[in-house]
């Protein structure tokens, strides 16, 4: 006869063995159970786009379509579809999905949503109520862009820039400086939205009042100013400032911005002390440069840094001006031979790139 210590042991293990049996069951269960939800609502997704993507569509020519009642568990397949149809129009050909959203009452849940703790939920009224064009909505939207961290925060602002391209400068131009976590490619879909000589104007004030540290951040902001401001603005911080960060910022807006015209000043900065400087000036050169500037370019593929040398390169092969024959001339007889070698690795870059 065993010891009650050994039976309770045994026991012990046997309870952990059907614990262990149970577990495993449910959570199989729970597998079930979500995959079958999901499959249910991947169904009432793929009927609800086949019925109501064709009314949207037949909305923006204003066609008279008759449409199904739209149940409560599709608002929100609604609303998303609804914003990809109209982030693909501009102008007039928008009225007549506003007016089928106005129909379905959705303009009045994307307000109820916009109170909503879900960051998605309020991201898609929001995104929503801007594509509306909801200026009664326009107050919480701004508290929106100004406090939230979350991606609701960068789409209330996209709200405001189109529901008023002009008005909505002076708030958002200042959130762009301040929200250093926003990406610049959801700065720059906002920008798209908003009127260019008021965008030019508050930009253009940003940078002349702005601490050095942050004039290079702002400067990428250059391509959505009316060219003639921008450039203004760029002769003036090039005359003020020399920090290497700053003047690299300016080369790399007047290769965005700039012309033949504005070639000279990126000469200055081909031998400047700082090799950021130089890698930039050279990129500008690659855009704005014209036959008679090939020897300037030829000279910095001697460049002690290898990025000044590549970038060289690069602005050479890549020239229309530049024949064939010239470029075989400088990878095999540059009497430097790291100029020899930079330009044979991008001869074979851009030969791999063509095939």
């Known amino acids: 006869m065993g010891e009650p210590g050994s039976e309770a042991v045994i026991n012990l293990v046997i309870w952990a063995f059907l614990a262990m049996i149970v577990t495993s069951l449910l959570l199989l269960l729970l597998i079930i159970i979500i995959r079958v939800v999901q499959t249910v609502r991947d169904n009432q ?14 909305s923006i020519e204003d066609s008279m379509v008759d449409r199904p009642p739209l149940l409560k568990f599709n608002y929100l397949n609604f609303l998303m579809q609804w914003n990809l ?34 960051e998605f939920e309020r991201t ?56 250093k976590e926003w990406p610049a490619s959801r700065v720059a ?5 908003m009127e260019p000589n008021a965008v030019s104007i508050h930009i253009a004030a940003a940078i002349f009042t702005a601490e050095t540290e ?27 400032h020399t ?41 500008a050169m690659g855009i704005l440069a014209r036959s008679e500037d090939l020897p300037l370019l030829t000279d ?7 990025w000044v040398r590549y970038r060289s390169a690069q602005a050479i092969c890549y020239a229309p001006f530049v024949t064939q ?16 070698n930079i330009m044979a690795q991008v001869m074979a870059e851009k030969q791999m790139a063509v095939k």
């Open 300 to 306: 910095k593929l001697a460049d002690s840094n290898w």
């Open 85 to 118: 149809f109209m982030d693909s129009l501009r102008g007039q050909s928008r009225k007549g999905l506003i007016m089928l959203a106005r129909e379905t009452g959705m303009d009045k849940l994307a307000v109820k949503l916009l109170d909503r703790r879900s």
């Open 189 to 193: 879909l906002i920008l798209k939205d």
């Open 124 to 179: 898609v009224a929001a995104m929503s109520l801007g594509n509306l064009g909801e200026i009664s909505q326009w107050d919480k939207l701004r508290v929106m862009a100004e406090n939230h961290i979350g991606i609701s925060g960068q789409v209330a602002a996209r709200a405001l820039a189109r529901i008023d391209p002009v008005g909505s400068v002076p708030i958002l131009v200042p959130l762009f400086i301040q929200r």
């Open 325 to 340: 024959d010239q470029l075989l001339e400088l990878r095999d007889n540059h009497p430097d031979r790291y100029a020899r």
């Open 243 to 283: 920090e290497p960060e700053v003047l690299s910022a300016c080369l790399a807006g007047i290769k965005t911005v700039g012309d033949y015209q504005n070639i000279e000043l990126v000469k200055k900065y081909l031998d400047h002390e700082a090799w950021t400087v130089r890698v930039q000036a050279v990129n």
């Open 214 to 240: 942050q004039l290079p951040r702002l400067l990428r902001l250059l391509p959505f100013m009316e060219r003639g401001i921008a450039l203004q603005v760029l002769g003036d911080i090039l005359a003020r």
């Open 45 to 58: 997704n793929r009927r609800f786009m086949e019925v109501w993507r064709p009314i949207m569509a037949a």
